[in-house]
T-cell receptor, first 115, second 110 residues
Framework: DTGVSQDPRHKITKRGQNVTFRCDPI?????LYWYRQTLGQGPEFLTY????????KSRLLSDRFSAERPKGSFSTLEIQRTEQGDSAMYLC?????????????FGSGTRLTVV | EDQVTQSPEALRLQEGESSSLNCSYT??????LFWYRQDPGKGPEFLFT???AGEEKEKERLKATLTKKESFLHITAPKPEDSATYLC???????????FGKGTHLIIQP
């Protein structure tokens, strides 16, 4: 297993367009998280899944954001009608819930620039 | 609401000059405190998890300690390759996501 994979690494889009990011977690991990990170800030929690169920969404996740994890494997994060304030690094992480170590493994992120 | 404050925001050291990074936190029911390293343009890389006051963990030149209100990341005789942003995060009883601090940007000059 090569860790958490995210695609694409970089995305430049025009304001108002829709974008979709993909995350492939570590195969034996049952939890998958999405975070957003802006320059000079720590990652901010957006949402997470346990298997295919979306269990929590942050108030940061506006109606323009939607996440899915069909069949409990990979996940997608879609942003509709992008705004310049959506420019950030979108990080995906996975973990094995139920073990003592709650630590996450992060992917390398997708850098979104809205112009 | 869980909160994490890291200090200093930035730290510049000479190679071999030991120092400590601070992470102060408030959380309802700490389930874990985490340290991550983040290089520019990359995702955070897991370093340590601490669960209870008095716990310590070491990895190469890094040592993490935990009290009931703060954690320290001690770096001994650092090398230029230790330059990175070090992030602290807590996992509390109030939410299922980690709450991160803003990080300490560490620069080790040769």
């Amino acid at each position: 297993d090569t860790g958490v994979s995210q695609d694409p690494r970089h995305k430049i889009t025009k304001r108002g367009q829709n974008v979709t990011f993909r995350c492939d977690p570590i195969s034996e991990h049952n939890r998958l998280y999405w975070y957003r990170q802006t320059l000079g800030q720590g990652p901010e929690f957006l949402t997470y899944f346990q298997n295919e169920a979306q269990l929590e969404k942050s108030r940061l996740l506006s109606d323009r954001f939607s996440a899915e994890r069909p069949k409990g494997s990979f996940s997608t994060l879609e942003i509709q009608r992008t705004e310049q304030g959506d420019s950030a690094m979108y990080l995906c992480a996975s973990s094995l819930y139920g073990g003592k170590n709650y630590g996450y493994t992060f992917g390398s992120g997708t850098r979104l620039t809205v112009v | 609401e869980d909160q994490v404050t890291q200090s200093p925001e930035a730290l510049r050291l000479q190679e071999g000059e030991s120092s400590s990074l601070n992470c102060s936190y408030t959380v309802s029911g700490l389930r874990g405190l985490f340290w991550y390293r983040q290089d520019p343009g990359k995702g955070p890389e897991f370093l340590f998890t601490l669960y209870s006051a008095g716990e310590e963990k070491e990895k190469e030149r890094l040592k993490a300690t935990l009290t009931k209100k703060e954690s320290f990341l001690h770096i001994t005789a650092p090398k230029p390759e230790d330059s990175a942003t070090y992030l602290c995060a807590v996992y509390g009883g109030g939410a299922d996501g980690l709450t991160f601090g803003k990080g300490t940007h560490l620069i080790i000059q040769p």
